[in-house]
């Protein structure tokens, strides 16, 4: 009899502890935060280390003190044939939720936000797999730090300049995922390498890539491998992204949060509405190219934002009209749907 009561005791201590782990071992810890990201900053990708790392772009993470900057790196695959799926901000009912990155066959849903160096808001367009080998886009990524082959070159347009690093809320990145992503939304997913968990850790570490401290201009935001965060390679921000424009902020439709399963963090956001974190690309000759912002959506998913124009005046009648002089220079671009001249121009198409 008191073995068997010894057995029962111990029996519901371990059942007190199983269900005490759970919320740290079995699931990420979800965090709802009211403020959101600020904008991503404009950096440049340093060189690839080694043949066989795939760039993870920076992201802003929140913690205890805000939210800090983790930079983007580049980082071995798990398994060969695995892309990585970055994380994003979603605002979900009031709160911005941290969306956590993944490894996968196949790219999944990341709000639409343009990270920049190929991942432009759907997709990804800095490399491939090409059997067992990762083949380099040099129009996009920065592969002169090493000598490899294994590269083509394939020019990314990317139309929009928003740098909104956030999907859904005020101002925000409109964006849903399209019936491809929706299915690997699906799948089986990995999460983030041992490496990546602790370039994060020691990021946050870091005081001087706390927003607050920084003011959106991280000193480290990017380095040639996880947790490396000084020395050789590392690369400071060039600037904070520009303030946001909500109307820029357009891409795909308005976008309903979706959660990664199991790799899912809601998480506060720091100052409502700031745009996505820009970088630099690298030239197809591998030297970085001019800073330039991650759009809020891919090239494929851009909204066009000018004015429409109004047809030919037609109810201008050509009265007193001036000499027929010929056409004015186009020294300055018509301000507002300036009015064409009913002299000598043709009508506008």
């Known amino acids: 009899m008191k073995t068997f009561m010894t057995r029962c005791a111990a029996s519901i201590a371990l059942a007190f502890v199983l269900l005490a782990a759970p919320v740290e071992s079995r699931a990420q810890i979800s965090i709802s935060i009211r403020i959101g990201p600020p904008v991503l900053p404009i950096y440049v990708q340093p060189p690839l280390p080694a043949a066989g790392y795939i760039w993870t772009p920076g992201y802003w993470a929140y913690g205890d003190e805000g939210y800090f900057w983790v930079p983007g790196t ?90 909104v690093s956030y999907n859904g809320g005020p101002g925000g990145v409109s964006a849903r995922p399209t019936q491809a992503e929706l299915a690997v939304a699906h799948e089986q997913h990995t999460p983030p390498t041992t490496e990546q968990t602790q370039h994060e850790h020691v990021a946050s570490t870091n005081r001087a890539q706390l ?106 009648a050509p009265v007193a009209r001036p000499p027929a002089n010929p056409p004015a220079s186009h020294n300055a671009a018509p301000a507002a749907h300036s009015e064409p001249r009913p002299e000598s121009r043709p009508k506008e198409h």
Do not use: D, Q
Not at 110 to 138: A, D, K, P
């Open 74 to 163: 580049w980082v071995e695959p798990p398994t060969v044939g695995f892309l990585w799926t970055p994380g994003y901000w979603g605002w979900n009912n009031g709160l911005y939720v941290w969306n956590g990155g993944y490894w996968g066959p196949h790219i999944g849903f990341y709000g639409g936000v343009n990270y920049g160096f190929g991942y432009g808001g759907v997709g990804f367009e800095g490399g491939e797999w090409r059997g067992g080998s990762f083949f380099y886009n040099r129009a996009v990524s920065n592969v002169g730090g090493v000598h490899i082959t294994n590269v083509y070159n394939r020019t990314v347009i990317n139309n929009t300049t928003t740098h």
């Open 211 to 316: 927003a607050s401290v920084n003011h959106g201009r991280p000193a480290v935001a990017a380095s040639p491998r996880p947790g490396v965060l000084s020395g050789k390679g590392v690369v400071a921000a060039h600037a904070a992204g520009p303030a946001r424009s909500p109307a820029a902020s357009a891409a795909r439709p308005p976008a309903a949060a979706t959660s990664h399963p199991a790799y899912t963090t809601s998480r506060p956001a720091a100052t409502a509405a700031h745009p996505a974190y820009t970088a630099n690309r690298p030239t197809a000759g591998g030297s970085p190219a001019t800073p330039r912002y991650p759009s809020a959506a891919a090239p494929t998913h851009t909204t066009s934002v000018s004015p429409a124009r109004s047809a030919a005046p037609v109810s201008r």
